[in-house]
């Protein structure tokens, strides 16, 4: 059996969700694992919640009324990177990307189980403690591309880039093996965790946003390289 890289006694979850029936559910499964849960019933609670319990992790969901979980989760990356697990009865693709591309780090779809919602859970806050990946070099890919994982700075012509945590995972597992390919598993499995092998719409997604904020043409990319119905793969490095 894997071994924790934390105590579900320390973690701290924050559901958000309008009915009563829902956060009830979820409280049960998460305190039968004994996580702390607080909750809160609408985006402004939700909000208040994360000023003054600071939650490890925030469950939340797509429709509230007034304020929705689209809105709740923008609101919260503007304070905050606590990990993000939205819930919706949307299956569509679009759906899914909106919240991936405000910032969530996971969806589910409801109705789930619980067994799928706690691996989930345990599967985020294991990357959330995680030590971030560090090299004590610089590297120079080309003179418009400089990558320092010690500092977790990436420049690009000249300028720093910002990358979000996820963005980071990717960029530093595709340079540290550059030349090579990586299958769509691989990635996602070192990036996100095993429980996300056949996820590859998260991998589609976050590759675009490496190569809108690295390349040059982002259509016609040098960096980080296509392998058709197999992976990606970084150019090679020079030195």
Do not use: C
Not at 102 to 116: N, Q, V
Not at 144 to 169: A, C, M, N, Q
Not at 187 to 214: C, F, M, N, P
């Amino acid at each position: 059996m894997e071994m924790e890289a934390f105590d579900q006694r320390d973690m701290t979850i924050l559901i958000v969700d309008d009915e009563p029936r829902i956060r009830d559910f979820v409280r049960m499964n998460l305190e039968l694992e004994q996580y702390r849960v607080i909750e809160a019933a609408n985006g402004l609670e939700a909000l208040e919640q994360l000023r003054e319990n600071l939650p490890d992790l925030v469950v939340l969901d797509v429709m509230m009324p007034e304020m929705d979980g689209f809105e709740t989760l923008k609101a919260i990356r503007e304070v905050s990177t606590v990990p993000v697990v939205m819930l919706t009865v949307r299956q569509s693709e679009q759906d899914k990307i909106r919240g991936l591309d405000l910032g969530a780090d996971d969806y589910i779809a409801k109705p789930f189980s619980p067994p799928e919602l706690l691996s989930r859970i345990r599967a985020l806050l294991r990357r959330s403690l995680m030590a971030p990946p560090a090299r004590k070099t610089e590297i120079v890919v080309d003179k418009d591309l400089k990558i320092d994982f010690s500092r977790r700075e990436v420049i690009v012509r000249g300028k720093k880039v910002i990358l979000r945590p996820t963005e980071y995972r990717l960029l530093y597992h595709l340079v540290n093996n550059a030349g090579r390919l990586l299958t769509h598993e691989t990635l996602l499995s070192k990036v996100w965790g095993r429980e996300y092998r056949d996820e590859a719409h998260y991998l589609r997604l976050y590759i675009t946003y490496l190569r809108q904020k690295l390349e040059e043409d982002p259509a016609h990319p040098k960096y980080i390289l296509t392998e058709r119905g197999l992976g990606y793969r970084f150019k090679e490095l020079d030195n």
